[in-house]
């Protein structure tokens, strides 16, 4: 399927994706739990080239919830080593292509080797353009918008904003995402139907897709049957 941007229409500026699915995509291939986390960061590879040959300029992905560190202990080992594989495998390719990394969550929370990789993504790639890859890491939205709180409490005891200041744009620079766009098209893979604790204050007038569809299976296809869903939308913000 072409990628044309005449047949597409208006590309999403910014596109947000909860990657949901890779232990049900094992289950169902009688393989075990990990086969299904690799094939799933496999398709992350594929939807930042996908995003970025379409002109999309923002792409976050939730990768790591606050909520991930109740599984069990070998998973979450697996998908710390597996995420600090990602990394320095693609790293290289990414900063060649013009990609910046950001990412969002308490990433002092990571293991120190996958920390410090990610780390080095972020540093190494803060100078790029062309697509913003915005990894949310260890994040939870609520805990997001609690930390923005206790920020703003602590510059108005410095005396450092006023009271009248504070409002709904300008309550955004306390977010993790505050240097970005509100996202225009949120997609959620596996058939939940549900935020679980994503970007509860940046998706307040974006437009959701869901599909049944398991994250290892989302490909080109897919991602332009969510666009041109978005394309059919009348986004109204309220009116």
Same mark, same amino acid.
């Given at each position: 399927?072409?990628?044309?941007?005449?047949?597409?229409?208006?590309?999403?500026?910014?596109?947000?994706?909860?990657?949901?699915?890779?232990?049900?995509?094992? /289950?169902?291939?009688?393989?075990?739990?990990?086969?299904?986390?690799? +094939?799933?960061?496999?398709?992350?590879?594929?939807? =930042? $080239?996908?995003?970025?040959?379409?002109?999309?300029?923002?792409?976050?992905? %939730?990768?790591?919830? &606050?909520?991930?560190?109740?599984?069990?202990?070998?998973?979450?080992?697996?998908?710390?080593?597996?995420?600090?594989? !990602? =990394?320095?495998?693609?790293?290289?390719?990414?900063?060649?292509?013009? =990609? $910046?990394? &950001?990412?969002?969550?308490?990433?002092?929370?990571?293991? @120190? $080797? &996958?920390?410090?990789?990610? +780390?080095?993504?972020?540093?190494?790639? #803060?100078?790029?353009?062309?697509?913003?890859?915005?990894?949310?890491?260890?994040?939870?939205?609520?805990? +997001?918008?609690?930390?923005?709180?206790?920020?703003?409490?602590?510059?108005? @005891?410095?005396? $450092?904003?006023?009271?009248?200041?504070?409002?709904?744009?300008? !309550?955004?620079? %306390?977010? !993790?995402? #505050?240097?970005?766009?509100?996202?225009?098209?949120?997609? /959620?893979?596996? *058939?939940?139907? /549900?935020?679980?604790?994503?970007?509860? %204050?940046?998706?307040? %007038?974006?437009?959701?897709?869901?599909?049944?569809?398991?994250?290892?299976?989302?490909?080109?296809?897919?991602?332009? #049957?969510?666009?041109?869903? !978005?394309?059919?939308? #009348?986004?109204?913000? *309220?009116?």
């Amino acid at each position: 399927m072409s990628l044309d941007k005449e047949l597409l229409g208006i590309i999403p500026q910014h596109i947000a994706v909860i990657m949901d699915g890779n232990r049900r995509w094992a /289950r169902q291939k009688n393989m075990p739990t990990k086969m299904g986390h690799r +094939e799933g960061a496999l398709r992350v590879t594929d939807l =930042v $080239k996908n995003c970025a040959d379409l002109g999309v300029k923002y792409l976050t992905v %939730y990768a790591f919830s &606050t909520e991930n560190w109740k599984r069990d202990k070998k998973e979450i080992d697996y998908l710390m080593n597996l995420l600090m594989e !990602f =990394v320095v495998k693609e790293l290289n390719n990414l900063h060649k292509n013009d =990609v $910046k990394i &950001t990412i969002m969550g308490n990433i002092e929370d990571l293991p @120190e $080797k &996958t920390r410090k990789e990610v +780390e080095h993504s972020v540093e190494l790639t #803060k100078n790029n353009k062309t697509l913003h890859l915005n990894i949310a890491l260890s994040y939870g939205s609520r805990n +997001e918008i609690i930390r923005g709180i206790k920020n703003i409490i602590k510059e108005y @005891e410095n005396n $450092k904003i006023n009271i009248d200041e504070i409002n709904e744009e300008s !309550f955004k620079k %306390y977010l !993790f995402t #505050k240097d970005m766009p509100d996202p225009d098209l949120l997609i /959620r893979t596996s *058939g939940e139907l /549900r935020l679980s604790n994503f970007l509860l %204050y940046q998706l307040a %007038y974006t437009e959701f897709y869901f599909t049944d569809t398991l994250w290892p299976d989302f490909n080109k296809a897919e991602l332009i #049957k969510a666009i041109k869903s !978005f394309q059919h939308r #009348k986004r109204r913000y *309220g009116n």
